[in-house]
């Protein structure tokens, strides 16, 4: 079966730290340029960040840059996002999946974030 799975979301206060993670089954995601996404309570879905297959290239949404690091290891087959110094409005539920175009039946249950004191 091919999937994604993201996992690592919880609570945290403004200013701290959270990793996720995306796992992939059934693909290798270093073939696949694969990017993170969010969908906030009454916002459309957005691309957050992405990773490039062929070089490792990254690229990052202006209001994350230099907050937000994505990585990936080949060996675990997983892709991960690193959210440094969060925000409320970072408050989202994160997916996982090919990118800029995603795949329908790759989108997962994604992994709910939120940015609270």
């Known amino acids: 079966q091919v999937q994604l799975v993201e996992s690592g979301g919880g609570l945290v206060q403004p200013g701290g730290s959270l990793r996720l993670s995306c796992a992939a089954s059934g693909l290798t995601l270093d073939h696949y340029a694969i990017g993170w996404f969010r969908q906030a309570p009454g916002k459309e879905r957005e691309g957050v960040s992405c990773?490039?297959?062929?070089?490792?290239?990254?690229y990052y949404e202006d209001s994350v840059k230099g907050r937000f690091t994505i990585s990936r290891d080949i060996t675990n087959n997983t892709v991960y996002l690193q959210m440094n110094r969060l925000k409320a409005e970072d408050t989202a539920v994160y997916y996982c999946?090919?990118?800029?175009?995603?795949?329908?039946?790759?989108w997962g249950q994604g992994t709910q974030v939120t940015v609270s004191s």
């Open positions: 990773i490039r297959s062929s070089d490792g290239r990254t």
């Open positions: 999946n090919t990118a800029p175009n995603a795949l329908v039946y790759l």
